[in-house]
């Protein structure tokens, strides 16, 4: 049985304006230990599919739908109470912005302990020494005297590390981490990647990624979902969506990568906005913005299929195939030109 | 930190400077006869006026009556004594302060109990029919003045149902024997309930609105998402995540709050009728009586002073953001 095993979930949210389809039927599972990278620009509804699954978004006005089974119990519609010994327990989240993800008014060690204490039946002398291990486990120097400080005495990338720390604490089967590395300078972005991966190593958690960032998911993912406008465009291996990326959107995101060996003037770029999700495109959602956009792109809306190819490689497109492996093979071509 | 205290000292004594002599000035430039005030109004006498005159030392240029009034002040600590009545205005201000100071803290825990409560209350459930309710309160507290406030508490609970006194002051040690009024906790209590509810309803429901507003703008904070994502129940979200961040600017508030009220809750007073310091002074000002004026004013300065360096001081303590410099 998978650790986490998404069913068909849905989250809408109901604003003045109408409702808002944040997340439309995403399937997918984790394994234990594997690492899901869920890639996609802002508004794809990667952020709110996770907090659904962690239970975190503002009950009055959000309709959810699907399961999302963890261990065989659906945390959809788990009571309160019972979510919320997975949470931080069995399930942790890491968040974009280390600089608010923190209380101000507490030391970060009053912060790791309560992780602590909220779930393990132990004494605040244990919390503290278990803090004190993890924050020398992210590389926080002197953690013995730093555990005493307040979290407006780190920097942003020490936060962060705190951050982990904290939801690493309670040994988790599954860590979430929203865009952690976005709001951090690019040194700092790489420093908290390998932590993270050689942390997996040490822990064998499994860990969702969600980001926008292409490398970081070649970085860390075995598997990724690719999301536009709420809905998954495609789900593979992480070799083979880099191999064979089937949907001209996930062509869009690699070739607006910036590469060091190709002499061009500007990144390209995938023309257009995403969609208004109160007011979606009919048809494949994608199609306003698609350079291979036809006449049935308008009008119905492309089923997530397997390839002929690969059973376990999704993809929600109606060009057919041989357009597919020719612009993919081009893609790739061009690729490995740049690589030389 | 000891510089810092130094640091505000010295702003806290230019700024009394400053606030007394202004007064002086003000009290100088308007067309004012303290002696015809001490000789009994218009119809004095040459001769009493001259005495007066000479008596009070209005016949000395300003600077130099300033300059005797801050001597005497700073070395005596004795603001001198009442144009109107002989009377010290330090023994005055003695009788005013207990009574004004029992109004405003009295008055500050019932508007810090409904803040709080109809506050959080209404920031947790937000659009439900509480809330509702209690922004109406809010409007109504905001908009109506407390001297309309006081009365029609006084006509309802006072004259028609007959609850509480309508008016005066009963001393909480207990009043004189020989005087005949009432004293002792149970009076002074009694006493106070209509003033309290007065002076409180227009604070209650500034705090209300404000103490609403901070608790849902925390709710939306990155921290809370953050300690439900540890796990931790609702409950413990609101105490230790929640409250201590939304109340930080609160604390400003009240400090600021109460040290202004205490130069006198004037309006409340004065349908109540209650002696406070808001009472003298408006006394005083009737009767052209500097003295009288000047004390309150002092007393209402230094109380803003200390008040506002405690709430700097408190705020510092519960806000680790925060140093001293």
Same mark, same amino acid.
């Given at each position: 049985?998978?650790?986490?095993?998404?069913?068909?979930?849905?989250?809408?949210? $109901?604003?003045?304006? /109408?409702?808002?389809?944040?997340?439309?039927?995403?399937?997918?599972?984790?394994?234990?230990?594997?690492?899901?990278?869920?890639?996609?620009?802002?508004?794809?509804?990667?952020?709110?599919?996770?907090?659904?699954?962690?239970?975190?978004?503002?009950?009055?006005n959000?309709?959810?739908?699907?399961?999302?089974l963890?261990?065989g119990?659906?945390?959809?519609t788990?009571?309160?109470?019972?979510?919320?010994?997975?949470?931080?327990?069995?399930?942790?989240?890491?968040?974009?912005?280390?600089?608010?993800?923190?209380?101000?008014?507490?030391?970060i060690?009053?912060?790791?302990?309560?992780?602590?204490?909220?779930?393990?039946?132990?004494?605040?002398?244990?919390?503290?020494?278990?803090?004190?291990?993890?924050l020398?486990?992210?590389?926080?120097?002197?953690?013995?005297?730093?555990?005493?400080?307040?979290?407006?005495?780190?920097?942003?990338?020490?936060?962060?590390?705190?951050?982990?720390?904290?939801?690493?604490?309670?040994?988790?089967?599954?860590?979430?981490?929203?865009?952690?590395t976005?709001?951090?300078?690019?040194?700092?972005?790489?420093?908290?990647?390998?932590?993270m991966?050689?942390?997996?190593?040490?822990?064998?958690?499994?860990?969702?990624?969600?980001?926008?960032?292409? /490398?970081?998911?070649?970085?860390?993912?075995?598997?990724?979902?690719?999301?536009y406008?709420?809905?998954?465009?495609?789900?593979?291996?992480?070799?083979?969506?880099?191999?064979?990326?089937q949907?001209?959107?996930?062509?869009?995101?690699?070739?607006?990568?910036?590469?060091?060996?190709?002499?061009?003037?500007?990144?390209?770029?995938?023309?257009?906005?995403?969609?208004?999700?109160?007011?979606?495109? $009919?048809?494949?959602?994608?199609?306003? $913005?698609?350079?291979?956009?036809?006449?049935?792109?308008k009008?119905?809306?492309?089923?997530?299929?397997?390839?002929?190819?690969?059973?376990a490689?999704?993809?929600?497109?109606?060009?057919d195939?041989?357009?597919?492996?020719?612009?993919?093979?081009?893609?790739?071509?061009?690729t490995?030109?740049?690589a030389? | 930190?000891?510089?810092?205290?130094?640091?505000?000292?010295?702003?806290?004594?230019?700024?009394?400077?400053?606030?007394?002599?202004?007064?002086?000035?003000?009290?100088?430039?308007?067309?004012?006869?303290?002696?015809?005030?001490v000789?009994?109004?218009?119809?004095?006498?040459?001769? !009493?006026l001259?005495?007066? =005159?000479?008596?009070?030392?209005? +016949?000395?240029?300003?600077?130099?009556?300033?300059?005797?009034?801050?001597? &005497?002040?700073?070395?005596?600590? +004795?603001?001198?004594?009442?144009?109107? =009545?002989? &009377?010290?205005?330090?023994?005055?201000?003695?009788?005013?302060?207990?009574?004004?100071?029992?109004?405003?803290?009295?008055?500050?825990i019932?508007?810090?109990?409904?803040?709080?409560?109809?506050?959080?209350?209404?920031?947790?459930?937000?659009?439900?029919?509480?809330?509702?309710?209690?922004?109406?309160?809010?409007?109504?507290?905001?908009?109506?003045?407390?001297?309309?406030?006081?009365?029609?508490?006084?006509?309802?609970?006072?004259?028609?149902?007959?609850?509480?006194?309508?008016?005066?002051?009963?001393?909480?040690?207990?009043?004189?024997? +020989?005087s005949?009024?009432?004293?002792?906790?149970?009076?002074?209590?009694?006493?106070?309930?209509?003033?309290? !509810?007065?002076?409180?309803?227009?604070?209650?429901?500034?705090?209300?609105?404000?103490?609403?507003?901070?608790?849902?703008?925390?709710?939306?904070?990155?921290?809370?998402? =953050?300690?439900?994502?540890?796990?931790?129940?609702?409950?413990?979200?609101?105490?230790?995540?929640?409250?201590?961040?939304?109340?930080?600017?609160?604390? =400003?508030?009240?400090?600021? +709050?109460?040290?202004?009220?205490?130069?006198?809750?004037?309006?409340?007073?004065?349908?109540? &009728?209650?002696?406070?310091?808001? &009472?003298?002074?408006?006394?005083?000002?009737?009767?052209?009586?500097?003295?009288?004026?000047?004390g309150?004013?002092?007393f209402?300065?230094v109380?803003?002073?200390?008040?506002?360096?405690?709430?700097?001081?408190?705020?510092?303590?519960?806000?680790?953001?925060?140093?001293?410099?």
């Amino acid at each position: 049985m998978a650790l986490l095993d998404v069913k068909d979930l849905s989250t809408s949210f $109901r604003t003045e304006d /109408g409702i808002v389809k944040a997340v439309e039927g995403v399937t997918f599972s984790v394994e234990k230990g594997q690492t899901l990278g869920i890639v996609g620009e802002s508004g794809s509804g990667k952020s709110v599919t996770c907090l659904t699954i962690m239970g975190l978004n503002a009950k009055r006005n959000t309709i959810t739908s699907g399961e999302a089974l963890w261990k065989g119990d659906d945390l959809v519609t788990m009571k309160p109470n019972d979510l919320r010994q997975v949470r931080g327990n069995d399930i942790s989240m890491i968040f974009q912005d280390p600089m608010t993800s923190l209380n101000p008014v507490h030391t970060i060690g009053r912060q790791l302990t309560e992780a602590v204490l909220l779930h393990r039946d132990v004494t605040k002398k244990v919390a503290r020494a278990r803090a004190v291990e993890l924050l020398g486990a992210v590389g926080i120097p002197r953690a013995q005297t730093r555990i005493d400080d307040y979290p407006h005495q780190f920097s942003g990338g020490m936060r962060q590390r705190v951050m982990i720390a904290m939801a690493l604490i309670n040994d988790p089967d599954l860590l979430i981490a929203d865009e952690p590395t976005t709001a951090l300078d690019v040194t700092t972005q790489a420093q908290i990647l390998s932590l993270m991966k050689t942390l997996q190593e040490d822990f064998g958690s499994a860990i969702i990624m969600i980001t926008h960032d292409l /490398g970081v998911v070649a970085e860390l993912a075995d598997d990724v979902l690719v999301m536009y406008a709420a809905n998954v465009v495609e789900q593979a291996t992480v070799y083979d969506l880099f191999n064979q990326p089937q949907h001209p959107y996930t062509w869009g995101l690699m070739g607006s990568l910036p590469r060091l060996e190709a002499d061009v003037e500007r990144l390209t770029q995938i023309p257009g906005q995403p969609p208004s999700l109160l007011n979606p495109p $009919r048809g494949c959602r994608f199609h306003p $913005r698609c350079p291979y956009v036809m006449e049935v792109c308008k009008t119905t809306v492309p089923a997530l299929k397997p390839t002929s190819r690969d059973p376990a490689h999704l993809e929600k497109c109606h060009l057919d195939e041989e357009t597919k492996e020719r612009e993919a093979a081009k893609l790739l071509a061009a690729t490995m030109a740049e690589a030389g | 930190m000891f510089r810092y205290l130094v640091r505000r000292t010295l702003w806290a004594i230019l700024l009394f400077i400053v606030i007394t002599f202004v007064t002086f000035v003000i009290f100088f430039i308007g067309p004012n006869n303290p002696a015809r005030a001490v000789c009994g109004g218009e119809q004095a006498k040459r001769e !009493c006026l001259v005495r007066a =005159t000479a008596k009070l030392g209005l +016949d000395q240029p300003m600077p130099v009556q300033y300059w005797k009034f801050i001597k &005497q002040l700073v070395i005596h600590q +004795d603001l001198g004594e009442s144009f109107a =009545t002989s &009377q010290s205005v330090n023994e005055r201000i003695k009788e005013a302060a207990p009574v004004t100071a029992s109004l405003v803290f009295g008055g500050a825990i019932l508007w810090m109990i409904i803040g709080l409560s109809v506050g959080i209350f209404s920031a947790l459930k937000p659009r439900s029919l509480t809330d509702r309710f209690a922004m109406i309160f809010v409007l109504i507290g905001v908009s109506a003045h407390p001297v309309w406030i006081g009365l029609i508490l006084e006509y309802v609970f006072g004259v028609r149902l007959g609850w509480t006194p309508i008016a005066n002051y009963a001393n909480f040690f207990g009043a004189p024997s +020989d005087s005949g009024q009432p004293g002792g906790p149970w009076q002074w209590f009694y006493h106070l309930i209509l003033p309290w !509810c007065t002076f409180a309803l227009l604070f209650a429901a500034l705090y209300v609105r404000m103490i609403r507003a901070n608790v849902m703008e925390t709710l939306n904070e990155d921290f809370v998402r =953050t300690a439900r994502a540890k796990g931790a129940p609702e409950r413990q979200v609101l105490t230790a995540h929640v409250l201590r961040n939304a109340l930080l600017p609160v604390v =400003t508030m009240l400090g600021m +709050d109460i040290g202004i009220s205490l130069g006198g809750a004037i309006f409340t007073e004065y349908v109540f &009728q209650l002696p406070g310091l808001g &009472q003298t002074a408006i006394i005083g000002i009737n009767n052209q009586d500097l003295a009288i004026v000047q004390g309150v004013i002092v007393f209402a300065t230094v109380a803003i002073i200390v008040f506002n360096l405690l709430v700097d001081l408190l705020y510092a303590w519960i806000d680790p953001r925060i140093r001293l410099t």
